[in-house]
């Protein structure tokens, strides 16, 4: 397995992955997730390739206080091979070497499998209600 950043090439295939594991929302358009990302934290979008194949993406970002990953995914054919936990452990590599000192991600209630993941690699859920407001569109 290979581990780089996103390429422009690989946008088709990272799509269709978010759809596979059931990442994308009506409300989010992955096309214009992926612009503002390239645009900010190139560096720090992953993607992991198998037999010039996406098999799983870390969307990650620093706004300085805190690290944040978003769109972590696996290929559900290639679930339980340790690609997530590949992904997570560079994406806290990137981030420590930007002086990072906490990350953070989101899980959807009712996700009890990425639940388990994310407590299985040393993540812990926050005693905090995240509140959000769309300024923009998509």
Known sequence: MIL??????????????????????????????IDRAVKTWP?????AEEADAVVGTAMCGYDGHR????????APSRQGRGIGRTLIAEAEVRLTELGCPKVM????????????FYGGEGYAED???TFGKRLIAD
């Open 43 to 47: 560096d720090l979008f992953l993607v």
């Open 67 to 74: 690290g944040w990953i978003y769109y972590l995914a696996v």
């Open 4 to 33: 780089r950043p996103f390429a422009e090439a690989d946008r088709a295939a990272v799509v269709a992955l978010w759809h596979e594991a059931g990442l994308t929302r009506p409300w989010n358009d992955p096309h214009k997730d």
């Open 105 to 116: 991600l989101m899980v959807r209630r009712g996700n009890e499998q990425a639940h388990a």
């Open 127 to 129: 005693d905090v209600a």
